[in-house]
């Protein structure tokens, strides 16, 4: 299953939703291929944010080679399911989308709330976006290993 998860800018929260997936799906032995992508082209090309890559270092991600990108009409070719971030990202990959058989859009948190963004926050917001982004890919990984 390819899973592709999506926010703003592609520095910040997708890159640890990214990781955070990628390493329990790995561990509940998945065959899954995570990756993220930008609804903005703010960043393209640069590494995660550094605050952000310190916080998911800290709990064992390491999203250092991780490079920014924004998202594509082939994503919707080449991926299963698109997670967004937040209802703001959901919407804007729901207007990419064409009618028909694409993948299943949905947001990242199975209980419907937004990762808010931290990137105009401190450190505390970094380690609340990656408290919800791990508690998210929990439900997410114990639902994929059921079905
Ligand atoms: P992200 O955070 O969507 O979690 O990567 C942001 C990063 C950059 C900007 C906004 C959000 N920006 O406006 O540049």
């Known amino acids: 299953m390819r899973i592709l998860c999506v926010c703003l800018g ?4 997708s890159p640890m939703a990214e990781g955070a997936l990628a390493r329990r799906g790995a561990e509940a032995g998945l065959e899954l291929a995570v990756d993220s992508a930008g609804t903005g082209a703010y960043h393209i090309g ?4 550094p605050r952000g890559l310190k916080a998911a ?18 994503d919707f070719k080449r991926f299963d399911l698109i997670l967004a971030m937040d209802r703001a990202n959901l919407a804007h990959l729901e207007r990419m989308a064409t009618a028909g058989n694409g993948p299943e859009l949905r947001l990242f948190d199975p209980e ?12 505390e917001d970094y380690e609340h976006a990656l408290d919800m982004v791990e508690a998210a890919a929990d439900t997410l990984i114990a639902e994929l290993a059921q079905s």
């Open 57 to 74: 270092l800290a709990r064992g991600y390491d999203n250092g080679r991780q490079r920014a990108r924004q998202i594509t009409p082939e």
């Open 10 to 13: 592609n520095i910040c929260r």
């Open 46 to 49: 640069q590494p995660p944010d």
């Open 112 to 123: 419907g709330r937004d990762i808010p963004d931290p990137y105009y926050g401190g450190p």
